[in-house]
Each structure stands twice: as structure tokens, then as C-alpha cells.
């Protein structure tokens, strides 16, 4: 399997633009998570979903931000407009139940 | 609620000194514990991991024993290498939270730095 994957790697854009983040997850896993990553505040966890539904969303920062998961191999993070304080790098993670969590190579976000 | 404290950093040891980093937990349920490690530029990856108390997790020579009555986790190893150098995160689940997995609380990371 090749794991998380998340595109893109890196992204820089201007403050006031929409920014979509990817993440396809293990292929059979249950659970998806959305986790950003900032020095400030460490790891946070924004939304999950089981079986793409979303289930809490309660850690998604303000209206701005928005996720869906279509379908069982596929999840959005959408930020719009984007703001310089959204800089962060955002992990996506699935798991199987709870057995154990496999986080993808994360996006580097930067709103100048 | 939920909350994970581990020991603040950099952690700076030379190599084959013994490692200790500490993590409290506190938990509404019955939690699985687990340690996870970002090497730089990286996603987290699952170092080890205990599901009920007394459990220990182990893994490249990295262990931790899960401590109920002092609600603890505490990550050890008998002799560092450079490339252990790394950020590590304790992390909980509260499997009884939401009836599943409910997304892992992490610790703000501990940075260890390893010298030759």
C-alpha cells in the first residue's frame, strides 16, 4: 500500500484565495482525520469522519474552513478566503476502527 | 476532557546515553497510548503503541510501559543514536469517547537532539 497520500506537498498562496488541500487514505480505513501543525499551538485536530461521514467538526478553526469526503478514497480541506494565520502544515490520518493511525507526509500551507 | 503532558524541550543527550521522556495523560475513559515520531520535513509515524494498563509497547530498542495509577507513559531507551534525533509526540485515544476511534490527542512534542 502506499500509505496516506496528500497533495500537494507544498503550497503558497495570497491572502484572500481559496486553498484545497487532498488526501486519499489507505485504501479499507474507516477513519479519516484532518490534524494542522503549527509551532504555536502543536497538533490540532480539525474534523474526522467515519465511513465519510463527517462525525466532529467541533476542532475546524471559523466558517473558512470547510471538508468533505465524497467518496471512501478521496477528502478535501478547503480554506476560503485564506488568511497569513492559516500558515500551517496540515497532516491527514485513516485508520481502521481504532487500531492504529497512518498519517500522510503532511501540506505545507503559506498565506502571504 | 482529554489532555496529553509531556516534557518540554530540546532534549539534548550524546550518544548511548540512556533517554527518558516523560508523558502524563488524563483521560475520561479507557485509553490506548501511543508514541509517535517526525523526523524532519515528515508526517508522524506510529513508534509504539499499549492498549490497556500494564501493557508494554516496544519498538527499535524505544519502550514504554502503560501506568494506570500514575497515569503515565513514559518513553525510554537504553542508548541513543544520532538518528534517533527527532520530535516525539504522546498521544492518547479514548476508545469509550465516542463508541470508536475519535481522533488522537497529542502532547505539544518533545525535540531530541542527539550528538555524536
Known amino acids: 500500500d502506499a500509505g496516506v497520500i496528500q497533495s500537494p506537498r507544498h503550497e503558497v498562496t495570497e491572502m484572500g484565495q481559496e486553498v484545497t488541500l487532498r488526501c486519499k487514505p489507505i485504501s479499507g480505513h474507516d477513519y479519516l482525520f484532518w490534524y494542522r501543525q503549527t509551532m504555536m499551538r502543536g497538533l490540532e485536530l480539525l474534523i474526522y469522519f467515519n465511513n465519510n461521514v463527517p462525525i466532529d467538526d467541533s476542532g475546524m478553526p471559523e466558517d473558512r474552513f470547510s471538508a468533505k469526503m465524497p467518496n471512501a478514497s478521496f477528502s478535501t480541506l478547503k480554506i476560503q478566503p485564506s488568511e497569513p494565520r492559516d500558515s500551517a502544515v496540515y497532516f491527514c490520518a485513516s485508520s481502521l476502527g481504532a487500531g492504529g493511525y497512518t498519517f500522510g507526509s503532511g501540506t505545507r500551507l503559506t498565506v502571504v | 476532557g482529554n489532555s496529553v503532558t509531556q516534557m518540554e524541550g530540546p532534549v539534548t543527550l550524546s550518544e548511548e546515553a540512556f533517554l527518558t521522556i516523560n508523558c502524563t495523560y488524563t483521560?475520561?475513559?479507557?485509553?490506548?497510548l501511543f508514541w509517535y515520531v517526525q523526523y524532519p520535513g515528515e508526517g508522524l509515524q506510529l513508534l509504539l503503541k499499549a492498549t490497556k494498563a500494564d501493557d508494554k509497547g516496544s519498538n527499535k530498542g524505544f519502550e514504554a510501559t502503560y501506568r494506570k495509577e500514575t497515569t503515565s507513559f513514559h518513553l525510554e531507551k537504553g542508548s541513543v543514536q544520532v538518528s534517533d534525533s527527532a520530535v516525539y509526540f504522546c498521544a492518547l485515544s479514548d476508545l469509550y469517547s465516542g463508541g470508536g476511534a475519535d481522533g488522537l490527542t497529542f502532547g505539544k512534542g518533545t525535540h531530541l537532539i542527539i550528538q555524536p
Open positions: 483521560a475520561t475513559g479507557y485509553p490506548s
